[in-house]
Each structure stands twice: as C-alpha cells, then as structure tokens.
C-alpha cells in the first residue's frame, strides 16, 4: 500500500472515515500533492471528486487564489467529505506519480492536461478523469467562488453518477 505523500497534512488510516486536513502552517493552503494515485485513491473512497490546483511557487495570483478561495473552501464544514482538495506545484514536486502510479514531472503532468496558465483548477473524478470544464487563470473575483463550487459540484455529480451506474450493474 503506498501512503498519500503531502506536505504539511495528515491522513488516517482507515479507509472508511480517511480524511486530509491541513494542520499547523499549512492551514492557510492545500495539501502540496506528489502522488496523484493515492490522491484519486483517497478521492474514490470518499466517493468525491479531486480537485487539483496548478500554481508556480512564485506566482501572486496563486497566493491570492490559494488564501481567498481554496484554503476557505477546504476547511469549510459546507464541502467537507464533497471533495478532496490538493495542490501540485509546477515549478515543484520533482518525484510527482501520476494516476497510474508512473513518475512523471509536474511540469509533463500539467501539460497532459493543457495547463498553460496559472492557477488552473481542473476537478478530476477518481479515475483521474476531468469531471468539469477547467478554471483558467484567477477570473473575475466576484464570480471566482461561484465557479470553483460549480465545479465541484460538476465533478461531485459525475462522480457520484459514475458510482450509481456501477451499483446498477
């Protein structure tokens, strides 16, 4: 079993209530990912999409982003156990594992998946497909929080819809 490798999180170890939680210094961001599989892994238990915030170290957009937006959203009781929230650092994360579990570069990582700009938010379901249109760059602060959450909420229904057809079968 291979652990979800972050940075300044924890994780339990039981599958049934597992949940990730900033602590100490890391409460004002997300979780700085580096294993994608355990991430969607975890995401699939909780039967809740992945978010994954593409940002550069260095970059004030993602810090507003990062402050304003994500961090509020992942410590709110309102979409607690609705999605699992990570950042992956492009400019970092040297030893990345993609969904498959393959070594990849964050730099390649992102550009599988056209990130081009940042922040780019883009909602995976738990197969590491993207389960809702990609959010580009820090648009309009007055509707950025609306879109963030209609993203989710695309991904939390795609996900969820993709669980029923399964238990169907």
Same mark, same amino acid.
């Given at each position: 079993?291979?652990?979800?490798? @972050?940075?300044? @999180?924890?994780?339990?170890?039981? =599958?049934?209530?597992?949940?990730?939680?900033?602590?100490? $210094? /890391?409460?004002?961001?997300?979780?700085?990912? !580096?294993?994608?599989?355990?991430? $969607?892994?975890?995401?699939?238990?909780?039967?809740?999409?992945?978010? @994954? $915030?593409?940002?550069?170290?260095?970059? =004030?957009?993602?810090?507003?982003?990062?402050?304003?937006?994500?961090? =509020?959203?992942?410590?709110?009781?309102?979409?607690?156990?609705?999605?699992?929230?990570?950042?992956?650092?492009?400019?970092? &994360?040297?030893?990345?594992?993609?969904?498959?579990?393959?070594?990849?570069?964050?730099? *390649?990582?992102?550009?599988?998946? &056209?990130?081009? !700009?940042?922040?780019?938010?883009?909602?995976?379901?738990? *197969?590491?497909?993207?389960?809702?249109?990609?959010? @580009?760059?820090?648009?309009? &602060?007055?509707?950025?929080?609306?879109?963030?959450?209609?993203?989710?909420? $695309?991904?939390? /229904?795609?996900?969820?819809?993709?669980?029923?057809?399964?238990?169907?079968?």
């Amino acid at each position: 079993t291979r652990s979800f490798h @972050v940075t300044g @999180v924890q994780t339990c170890a039981l =599958p049934i209530s597992c949940t990730i939680y900033a602590t100490g $210094a /890391a409460a004002e961001s997300l979780p700085l990912v !580096s294993d994608l599989e355990a991430a $969607a892994k975890i995401a699939r238990e909780q039967r809740a999409p992945l978010l @994954v $915030a593409f940002t550069l170290k260095r970059c =004030p957009y993602c810090n507003t982003a990062r402050r304003e937006y994500w961090a =509020p959203l992942n410590g709110s009781a309102q979409w607690r156990g609705k999605v699992v929230m990570v950042e992956l650092m492009v400019d970092g &994360a040297p030893d990345l594992r993609d969904f498959e579990g393959k070594p990849i570069t964050a730099r *390649d990582f992102a550009r599988r998946h &056209a990130v081009r !700009s940042v922040p780019t938010v883009i909602v995976f379901d738990g *197969d590491g497909i993207p389960a809702a249109r990609p959010l @580009v760059g820090l648009v309009s &602060a007055d509707f950025y929080g609306a879109y963030l959450e209609q993203a989710i909420e $695309a991904g939390l /229904a795609k996900t969820r819809a993709a669980e029923n057809a399964v238990d169907v079968k």
